[in-house]
């Protein structure tokens, strides 16, 4: 199980970033997928969650109307769109799924 997260970066308040997550050494498809983030001395927390075929999403409530979670499952890849930007979501961001998460990619929200 491999998933190699991508797209982070420093961006202004209210600026936007898409992050993507590649995936493989599994069956995509199958697999509901998540975004998690964790910021230094914070808990870890849940962002996003898609199902696996339906696309049903869900949002914690400080992302939600501002981040869009998708996928292509024939790309075998998970996508976060993070719109209107709050130096509150600066994070380490990770995909993950039930059989384990990607490494991270680091999303800095600063002017």
Known sequence: VQLVESGGGLVQPGGSLRLSCAASGFIFSSYAMSWYRQAPGKERELVASITSTSGTTDYAD???GRFTISRDNAKNTLYLQMDSLKPEDTAVYYCANLLGRG????VTVSS
């Open 62 to 64: 400080s992302v939600k």
């Open 103 to 106: 490494q991270g990619t680091q």
